[in-house]
């Protein structure tokens, strides 16, 4: 194999990687514009939170309809952790992620012996119950009027508090998680998580630790989401219950779904396009008040919708159009 | 706490439990009949309250009303298993879960734009002062609450005993595919699953709306509750899902009586975890080992 080969062959799965981190240098050059930066912390952070989710449903075929509290989990955690204790941001990053992934582990253990419709339903009930403690341990959570004041990102006396930095700085972390999660997907647990999705029965006379290797992708994927929650709370300064609910939960499913299973770029593009779609005036100049205002007003339908109809029509979802765009540039599929 | 006060609790779980009760029954005759855990259940449970103010506000007297949005959201159940669920029968579970989840969020998110986002409310259904039972007093929509319950179930005995389609959903719930071999046209028996279950929840919804106000949103949080009484009663058992469905009404007031009234709501889910975790069966049922 010729070095120029080999260096393709090392450098091919990681080109959408690539393209992305240049897309994301390029934004503040083109635009210092704050609303617009705000607008793609939001989306950094959504991305973070749907490349664990992406690992969980579309690789390892399990639901979580309570994804949204490991996010309030991480961003309660670090937000006390900072602001009432005046513990270090790395400290309260840290915690974060890993209490989430620890509520993700005591989750799992139980549920994930159960299948199908039986862990949609147990994750909800979590998900209602952390809704629940959110609102009403005031003394930490500062209840239904939420939690103000959320010190900035600080790293070794160096304070990330311009939204360039905070920009920067949350889709570092995303496309760090891109890149975790792709490495994941290229090695020996990716391919079990392929075997457990294909058939799991399989999977276990393979010698495959089907129970196991959920578990640690649930929490895997719920410590991400603690670190996107983290993040969020640094980085927007307010966290409030709303945030965390049901209805998010159900929107990140929609999300992934819409992406498509299987696939990691296909979950990642809906995740900025999904959550782009009410920002949209930020984007698109002429838009005016009103069709935003519209477009968010729909959005829970336009979510409903997209999921059964993907699942419907095309189960493949994004994933499998960027799928077959790419075959069809290599000449191996004509029509 | 003295004798009436108690009894005064165990008359108000009693009359959440015959709510959670309905819903429930919801959620067991699809599940028997399908197989499918329908996440839309809590939204048919809405669209009774929402459609029965809708309809009352025309102008139509009350139990038209309410007769008319329990026959409409039983359509809207048809509805939504013929369009959205019925070629999807082989699918996998996740895919079922997916669609009955985008389902109710379309359902939720329809009835915000149609009927607004505030909360709606029904007079009572005869108007009056509480009740005077063995010295502990109960409201008249409670008694209705009750009645209503009762009339639902003893309809759905007799469905189920009597007739031959009753029959056939039984056998359906034993095995999908026998009862298919033995000639049952089972995609009907999952329409008529469908319609059925929505109306349960439409009549809860029409019952409780005097008592407790409804509104756009008002499904998910009774459709876990509904599922968490399903689930402890045994999914599939419709006896054991009514005794389920009592059992968590009357935790969840006695939880308000002895503990505090703060995390009521969480009684239910963390009831509906710690059966799920020991006891996926529930109460009733007996442990199915799965084959390969």
Redesign the interface.
Known sequence: MSSVKRIRLFITPYLGLIAAALAVAAVPLVTPDRYVLKVLVYVGVNVIVIAGLALLFGHAGQISMGHAAFVGIGAYTSAYLVKTLDAPWLVGVLAATVLAAAGGLVLALPALRLRGHYLAMATLGFSEIMYVVFREARAITGGNDGLGGIPYPEVAGLKIDTPVGVYLLVWGVALLTLLLVLNILRSRPGRAMRALQATENGALACGIDTVGLKIRTFALSAALAGLAGALYAHGVGFISPSTFGLDQSVIYMAIVVVGGAGSLAGPTLAAVVLTLLPYADALVPGLSKDTIAVMQDWEADIYGLAMIAVVIFAPAGIGGLLKRIRLRGAGEVRS | MDAAEFFQYVIAGLKSGSIYALVALGFTMVYGATG??N?AQGEFFMLGGVLAVWFHGLGLPLPVAGIAAVAATALIGIAFERV?LR??RS?????????T??????M???AR?LFGPDELSLPEFTPGPSVDVAGVAVERQALWVWGLTIVAVLLLAWLYRRTKLGRAMRACSISHDAARLMGIDTARVAMVSFGIAAALGALAGFAVTPLTQTSWDAG??IG?KG??AA?LGGLGNPVATVIGGLVLGLLESLSVAFVSS??K??IS??V??VV??VR?QGLFGTAQRGK?
């Open positions: 499918i855990i996440f959205a070629r999807q699918a996998s579970p996740l895919v079922l879960v997916i669609i989840i985008g389902g109710s969020m379309v939720k998110s329809l734009h998910a949080a876990v599922f968490a689930i703060t995390y709501d969480v889910l963390v509906l975890l799920l975790f996926p390969v």
